[in-house]
């Protein structure tokens, strides 16, 4: 029986938006001109007892399909295929980030239900960077350092700050370089905690930035303006 659909935005999609349609335990869900590209099958039982595929096509669209059983003997099925009670078993294969990612009827337990000697499944990445390009090796070198000051309402605080070239290369691809400032005071400026849970409920302090500025007056204004919006919006 037909219940209802709503339209819903997805990042994934060029167009932002899909739409998603209930039809009783069923939910069909679809976005067209999809960013990504990949197909999956998963059967779970956790919280609910779920049954689902869903398909991406780049520049064409997205789609999924779920049956979410309430009902006691689908729910026995459902387990009885997963093998284990509150799991998932997923057969896979996904592209992203530069990666082939397979997967068969792989186990996803949170709860510690697979047995030692019970098969988990198939799990395989394929990182097409790594192997073509090679393995990207990771450099960081200080060019500039020294001391500034760092003007807040109370007073000044004693700031040390480095310049640093960080570099990423791979042996058949260009170098990578971005410059970052860091700034560290070595007590902190103190500032409220955000008072959202129990344990920032006391005055917190921030101690460095790392990041990428234009220059180091930027890097240091950074690192004021960060304290500045804390005092003012914490706690909440």
């Given at each position: 029986m037909f219940n209802h659909y709503i339209l819903e935005k997805s990042r994934d999609s060029i167009i932002g938006t899909g739409i998603r349609i209930f039809l009783g335990n069923l939910k069909i869900e679809a976005y067209p001109f999809t960013k990504s590209f990949g197909t999956e099958f998963t059967i779970q039982d956790d919280f609910e007892s779920t049954i689902s595929f869903n398909l991406h096509i780049p520049l064409l669209f997205s789609f999924y399909i779920g049956y979410d059983s309430n009902?006691?003997?689908?729910?026995?099925?459902?387990?009885?295929?997963?093998?284990?009670?509150?799991?998932?078993?997923?057969?896979?294969?996904?592209?992203?980030?530069?990666?082939i990612w397979i997967n068969f009827w792989l186990a996803e337990d949170n709860c510690g239900n697979i047995k030692e000697n019970q098969?988990?499944?198939?799990?395989?990445?394929?990182?097409?960077?790594?192997?073509?390009?090679?393995?990207?090796?990771?450099?960081?070198k200080t060019v500039k350092e020294g001391i500034a000051v760092i003007e807040m309402e109370e007073g000044s605080y004693k700031a040390t700050w480095k310049m640093n070239i960080d570099s990423w290369k791979r042996p058949r691809w260009f170098k990578k370089t971005i410059t970052r400032f860091e700034i560290e005071v070595k007590d902190g400026i103190?500032?409220?905690?955000?008072?959202?849970?129990?344990?920032?409920?006391?005055?917190?302090?921030l101690y460095s930035v790392y990041g990428i500025f234009d220059n180091l007056e930027a890097a240091l204004q950074n690192f004021k303006n960060t304290v500045e919006y804390n005092r003012k919006n914490y706690p909440l």
């Amino acid at each position: 029986m037909f219940n209802h659909y709503i339209l819903e935005k997805s990042r994934d999609s060029i167009i932002g938006t899909g739409i998603r349609i209930f039809l009783g335990n069923l939910k069909i869900e679809a976005y067209p001109f999809t960013k990504s590209f990949g197909t999956e099958f998963t059967i779970q039982d956790d919280f609910e007892s779920t049954i689902s595929f869903n398909l991406h096509i780049p520049l064409l669209f997205s789609f999924y399909i779920g049956y979410d059983s309430n009902y006691l003997i689908q729910k026995r099925i459902i387990r009885k295929l997963v093998g284990f009670k509150y799991g998932e078993r997923r057969t896979s294969i996904r592209i992203f980030d530069w990666s082939i990612w397979i997967n068969f009827w792989l186990a996803e337990d949170n709860c510690g239900n697979i047995k030692e000697n019970q098969w988990r499944g198939f799990n395989k990445c394929f990182n097409t960077r790594r192997f073509f390009l090679g393995e990207s090796k990771y450099e960081s070198k200080t060019v500039k350092e020294g001391i500034a000051v760092i003007e807040m309402e109370e007073g000044s605080y004693k700031a040390t700050w480095k310049m640093n070239i960080d570099s990423w290369k791979r042996p058949r691809w260009f170098k990578k370089t971005i410059t970052r400032f860091e700034i560290e005071v070595k007590d902190g400026i103190s500032h409220p905690g955000k008072g959202t849970t129990s344990y920032n409920c006391e005055d917190d302090a921030l101690y460095s930035v790392y990041g990428i500025f234009d220059n180091l007056e930027a890097a240091l204004q950074n690192f004021k303006n960060t304290v500045e919006y804390n005092r003012k919006n914490y706690p909440l």
